[in-house]
């Protein structure tokens, strides 16, 4: 079982710039998906990325907006998200070791992280 651990959330101002770290226990490259879920609302897909990092894929809202990269080398996936906006509060969750296939990733029940609070106010 993978675990996950988010961090770098926090409060900022409209049109700031915050970058999420997930960070997957062992030393596995998996897909890996970043999720968001505001009160009230349910659980929205964000981002995605291939185990290589050779492919990303975006929900429309985000796109040219925020970026999910990762370091090969390294373990964590990253979420460089910019021009924040209020309706991009929520807490943002990652998902590894699910399946990944022409952009669509289907998230692995038992690799959830506790999430991290993203809160774009003034």
């Known amino acids: 079982q993978v675990q996950l651990v988010e961090s770098g959330g926090g409060l900022v101002q409209p049109g700031g710039s915050l970058r999420l770290s997930c960070t997957a226990s062992?030393?596995?490259?998996?897909?890996t998906a970043w999720y968001r879920q505001a009160p009230g609302k349910e659980r929205e897909f964000v981002a995605d990325i291939a185990r290589t990092g050779a492919s990303v894929y975006y929900v429309d809202s985000v796109r040219g907006r925020f970026t999910i990269s990762r370091d090969n080398a390294k373990n964590p996936v990253y979420l460089q998200m910019n021009s924040l906006k209020p309706e991009d509060t929520a807490v943002y969750l990652c998902?590894?070791?699910?399946?990944?296939?022409?952009?669509?990733?289907?998230?692995?029940?038992?690799?959830w992280g506790q999430g991290t609070q993203v809160t774009v106010s003034s």
């Open positions: 062992g030393n596995t490259l998996y897909p």
């Open positions: 998902n590894a070791g699910g399946y990944l296939t022409q952009g669509t990733y289907y998230p692995r029940d038992d690799a």
